[in-house]
């Protein structure tokens, strides 16, 4: 019984860094990566769709990003959700082909996504934290219900501990890793 639980919060815990990972990857560098887009939902037809949904997505150059929608009507669409993001990139179109030039990052500009990358491993951080506590919440009414002792449950949440120790660190090494990224000239 004790092992489902630590299976489960294992499971959750992996999910936390994976969607830390997608978050990181949708921050700007100074390269062109289709990940950039990710966070981006078009208002198609009154519905909120990504926008990898909407187009292909290419880098044909490190500096660029090029999107061409499926429906050519959606192009202005499409352009202005990506001006009125927190992207910083203006967009320009030739009536079929969207290209989104990435320019150079200013170190200021550096310093805040920085900034970004930090509050979202903080996120990743507290949502491994929110499995954990969950898991022992769990362990306790076990040991309330007495269908497990208490040196099974103290055995369990030393585990459920390391765990949470092991994710973290996973996070934080994704983050130093970002950070470099990010502060690369």
């Given at each position: 019984?004790?092992?489902?639980?630590?299976?489960?919060?294992?499971?959750?815990?992996?999910?936390?860094?994976?969607?830390?990972?997608?978050?990181?990857?949708?921050?700007?560098?100074?390269?062109?990566?289709?990940?950039?887009?990710?966070?981006?939902?078009?208002?198609?037809?009154?519905?909120?769709?990504?926008?990898?949904?909407?187009?292909?997505?290419?880098?044909?150059?490190?500096?660029?990003?090029?999107?061409?929608?499926?429906?050519?009507?959606?192009?202005?669409?499409?352009?202005?959700?990506?001006?009125?993001?927190?992207?910083?990139?203006?967009?320009?179109?030739?009536?079929?082909?969207?290209?989104?030039?990435?320019?150079?990052?200013?170190?200021?500009?550096?310093?805040?996504?920085?900034?970004?990358?930090?509050?979202?491993?903080?996120?990743?951080?507290?949502?491994?934290?929110?499995?954990?506590?969950?898991?022992?919440?769990?362990?306790?009414?076990?040991?309330?219900?007495?269908?497990?002792?208490?040196?099974?449950?103290?055995?369990?949440?030393?585990?459920?501990?390391?765990?949470?120790?092991?994710?973290?660190?996973?996070?934080?090494?994704?983050?130093?890793?970002?950070?470099?990224?990010?502060m690369e000239v």
């Open positions: 019984m004790i092992e489902n639980f630590i299976g489960d919060a294992t499971q959750r815990m992996d999910k936390s860094v994976d969607a830390t990972h997608e978050h990181f990857n949708s921050v700007r560098t100074g390269r062109a990566t289709p990940a950039l887009l990710d966070r981006i939902t078009i208002d198609y037809y009154g519905t909120p769709t990504p926008l990898k949904n909407l187009a292909t997505i290419n880098a044909p150059e490190p500096r660029m990003l090029t999107i061409q929608p499926f429906d050519p009507s959606s192009i202005k669409q499409i352009e202005k959700t990506i001006l009125e993001s927190d992207l910083g990139l203006t967009p320009s179109n030739d009536g079929k082909m969207i290209r989104l030039p990435i320019p150079q990052l200013t170190e200021e500009r550096r310093k805040e996504l920085v900034k970004l990358v930090r509050q979202m491993a903080e996120e990743g951080r507290v949502a491994v934290r929110n499995v954990r506590r969950d898991a022992i919440k769990h362990l306790e009414e076990l040991v309330k219900n007495r269908e497990v002792g208490d040196d099974e449950e103290r055995t369990a949440e030393t585990r459920v501990q390391k765990l949470t120790d092991e994710h973290t660190a996973r996070i934080d090494e994704l983050l130093k890793r970002k950070e470099a990224e990010i």
